[in-house]
């Protein structure tokens, strides 16, 4: 049985996480968390997640909107954020309430915001194998654990 720690990989993340920082020239980007509801899990996650944002010296803000948000008004928020040139990145925390047509907010979310891949564009990049585009948080950090612990084959080139 081998014992998968994500520490390690954690470490090697934020060396390049700062060395890129670095090359930024002061230019922090900004993520945006959009949560709708107070689900624990939720909250929790976000929380860690704005924590960890600003240990790397990364900037976020958390936009909570209540449950029983409108689709028609949740879609207007929505757009506001997507079209902030100040937001570089939003992570959308899901599943959304019923009244809400996810589908529709994936539709909507610009693809180079989309740093947890439901846009269908970076969807379809996933599939073909194009790197230009984002995967969802959670697979990739899997296989990051993967390769750093050589249970998947690293990358070439």
Same mark, same amino acid.
């Given at each position: 049985m081998i014992i998968l720690r994500g520490a390690d990989v954690a470490a090697k993340i934020k060396e390049e996480i700062d060395e890129g920082i670095r090359k930024l020239d002061g230019c922090i980007p900004k993520l945006a968390i959009v949560r709708v509801g107070s689900r624990p899990d939720d909250v929790s996650y976000e929380r860690g997640a704005l924590k960890k944002m600003e240990k790397l010296g990364l900037r976020a803000e958390a936009y909570a909107f209540p449950e029983d948000i409108s689709d028609e008004e949740f879609k207007k928020e929505f757009s506001r954020i997507n079209g902030d040139s100040a937001v570089d990145g939003i992570l959308l /925390?899901?599943? /959304?309430?019923?009244?809400?047509? &996810?589908? #529709?907010? &994936?539709?909507?979310?610009l693809p180079e915001k989309d740093l947890d891949g439901i846009s269908p564009e970076n969807i379809a990049k996933v599939f073909?194998? #194009?790197r230009g585009g984002f995967a969802p948080c959670t697979a990739e950090a899997v296989i990051e654990v993967l390769k750093a612990n050589d249970i998947l084959q690293k990358e070439r080139g």
């Open positions: /925390l899901r599943p /959304l309430p019923r009244q809400i047509r &996810e589908k #529709d907010i &994936e539709k909507m979310i073909a194998g #194009d």
